[in-house]
T-cell receptor, first 112, second 113 residues
Framework: AQSVTQLGSHVSVSEGALVLLRCNYS??????LFWYVQYPNQGLQLLLK??????LVKGINGFEAEFKKSETSFHLTKPSAHMSDAAEYFC??????????FGTGTSLTVIP | DADVTQTPRNRITKTGKRIMLECSQT?????MYWYRQDPGLGLRLIYY???????NKGEISDGYSVSRQAQAKFSLSLESAIPNQTALYFC????????????FGPGTRLLVL
């Protein structure tokens, strides 16, 4: 069975500080990996994805994530938080691209 | 115009009532999905469809049914709604040429009293 673990349901950072949201997964095969963002009262928007190739993936809004197979991790980072980054973030995994499994989400608060 | 639309956006119903949530897409994608989102649980897959004649159960299909009326339309039904089906429901689509990328609708907030 596939699973996705997001450590920390709530993360607070100061504006301008590093954002680090953690995601670990279990998968029997190298999976597709994703980060989505959800703003209040909206659907999910894809931030970035890893399919194959370079393990450091750059996404929208200055976010990036690194696939580390040995650690089964796909942590999301951003060097400098902005107020507009406050949202809910979801990590997801898909072993084959047919079904998708989501983590429980991390709510990011940015403190002015 | 939104590529993936859901109707209604909000719905309040009573226990035992039948309710249908609808999803339409203009992206021309072949694959469509229904998820529910609960606080602290993330998104869980209810049903998915890879084309009009293909329907598959997801993690939590009990109490739900779906209909793929056309490539662009995928409906989710609760035959007899119960309070623990109160949740935020999302439709998503993807294309067979880029199966790993899903596009989400804005969601339907359902309250079952």
């Amino acid at each position: 069975a596939q699973s996705v673990t997001q450590l920390g349901s709530h993360v607070s950072v100061s504006e301008g500080a590093l954002v680090l949201l953690r995601c670990n997964y279990s998968s029997s095969v190298p999976p597709y990996l994703f980060w989505y963002v959800q703003y209040p009262n909206q659907g999910l928007q894809l931030l970035l994805k890893y399919t194959t190739g370079a393990t450091l993936v750059k996404g929208i809004n200055g976010f990036e994530a690194e696939f580390k197979k040995s650690e089964t991790s796909f942590h999301l980072t951003k060097p400098s938080a902005h107020m507009s980054d406050a949202a809910e973030y979801f990590c997801a995994v898909s072993p084959t691209g047919n079904q998708f499994y989501f983590g429980t989400g991390t709510s990011l608060t940015v403190i002015p | 115009d939104a590529d993936v639309t859901q109707t209604p956006r909000n719905r309040i119903t009573k226990t035992g009532k039948r309710i249908m949530l609808e999803c339409s897409q203009t992206k021309g994608h072949d694959r469509m999905y229904w998820y529910r989102q609960d606080p602290g649980l993330g998104l869980r897959l209810i049903y998915y469809s890879f084309d009009v004649k293909d329907i598959n159960k997801g993690e939590i299909s009990d109490g739900y049914s779906v209909s793929r009326q056309a490539q662009a339309k995928f409906s989710l039904s609760l035959e007899s709604a119960i309070p623990n089906q109160t949740a935020l429901y999302f439709c998503a689509t993807s294309d067979y040429r880029e199966v790993e990328t899903q596009y989400f609708g804005p969601g339907t907030r359902l309250l079952v009293l």
